[in-house]
């Protein structure tokens, strides 16, 4: 449970039935990171657990300490702490209740202990790191750093590469125990493949194996989990050659506009090629002609300005018109759900 925020920890011991009774088998519950309906909350044993501790080592080369600077109530900041515990350090810990400063790292990286040293961030926390020379020297020094939370666009994680960073990009889910796609590569055990895939060979991810939850509690026919030791994502993805994921973007957040299609993440990943763009959110919004029209929300790369017309130029060189964004929103920063989701919910109550 969020302990700063006792609003949403009533809202999640209600919904999601803390103190009732549950499957023996049953070790944690941990809400998702959606904001809107009611919480969701995964059911983990501790099978599942230690199966997707165990693959985080073997990818990453063996157990060490582990740093946590996310929440520790959602999923990726607790998996943070119970791999240290396995491998029997303790983890070092940063307090993110009030905001997340990059220069903390510095502190806590010299601090851990163990034969390897890991942590995990979320890309906006990548972002602030790599505007700070002392807290990138820090981080530079660690074994791997699993970014995940969000989809890290391509320039920045060029960026890390370049600092030397030793990135890890992460895929997953609450359901399966977090990250459970690493660099896009399934950790051991896990399986992957695509429901309906349509003609270019994009599909609806389905995740198995032994990271994946029990169910949702209190919901025991939900559609995701159909099949026991199988999650059905509302992720679209694409598996090349080699079995590696790409996600292209998710079926729940689809724009209808003009009777076209358009993903979201297809277009930010256009819009974040641009380096003065930090980071960016394309969403749809209701338009009397066009059924929804196509807008971007976006955040100016440090020390850089962006503009409207800028966006859209770039957005016109490798989309179909229909795909570039009609207006362009520029904030300080995007809302948040969970530890990096954009919360597009917010964002549309906003923009309507």
């Known amino acids: 449970m969020p302990a700063a925020d006792p609003t949403e920890t009533d809202r999640l011991a209600a919904a999601l039935g803390a103190g ?59 998996q943070v702490m119970l791999r240290s515990l396995r491998a029997g350090h303790t983890p070092v810990i940063i307090d993110v209740a009030g905001g997340f400063d990059p220069a903390d790292l510095i502190a806590g990286i010299d601090a851990m202990s163990g034969p390897h040293r890991y942590t995990s961030l979320v890309p906006t926390q990548l972002i602030k790191t790599l ?72 599909g609806r991810v389905v995740l198995s194996g032994p990271v994946v939850a029990l169910g949702y509690r209190n919901l025991p026919d939900h559609p995701a989990f159909t099949t026991p030791g199988e999650y059905r994502t509302d992720d679209l993805g694409r598996l090349d050659d080699a079995g590696v994921l790409s ?26 090629s641009d380096p003065t763009v930090a980071e960016c959110a394309v969403l749809g919004l209701p338009d009397e002609r066009l059924g929804e029209r196509v807008v971007a929300v976006v955040v100016a790369a440090s020390g850089a300005v962006v503009t409207t017309e800028r966006v859209r130029a770039v957005a016109a060189e490798q989309l179909d018109r229909t795909a570039v964004p009609r207006e362009v929103f520029v904030v300080d920063e995007l809302p948040r759900r969970g530890p990096g989701k954009v919360d597009r919910a917010a964002l549309r109550r906003t923009l309507s």
């Not at 941990?30 to 099978?47: L, N």
């Open 247 to 272: 996600i292209v973007g998710r079926a729940d957040e689809a724009i209808s506009t003009g009777g076209l299609t358009v993903v979201p993440q297809v277009v930010e990943a256009v819009i974040l």
């Open 131 to 202: 505007d700070d020379p002392s807290a990138t020297a820090a981080l530079r020094e660690v074994d791997a750093v699993l970014v995940g939370g969000a989809a890290t666009p391509a320039l920045l994680q060029q960026r890390a590469i370049d600092a030397g960073i030793p990135i890890v990009r992460t895929y997953g889910m609450s359901e399966t125990c977090g990250g459970c796609v690493y660099d896009g590569v399934a950790l051991d055990g896990v399986r992957i493949r695509l429901a309906d895939p349509n003609p270019d060979g994009i």
């Open 20 to 78: 009732e009774p549950i499957d023996d088998a049953v070790s944690l519950v941990v809400a998702t990171s959606g904001t809107t309906g009611i919480p969701k909350g995964a059911m983990h044993t501790p099978a599942t657990l230690s199966a997707s501790a165990a693959a985080t080592e073997s990818f990453l080369g063996g157990p060490g300490g582990w740093l946590l600077a996310l929440p520790p109530h959602h999923i990726a900041g607790l």
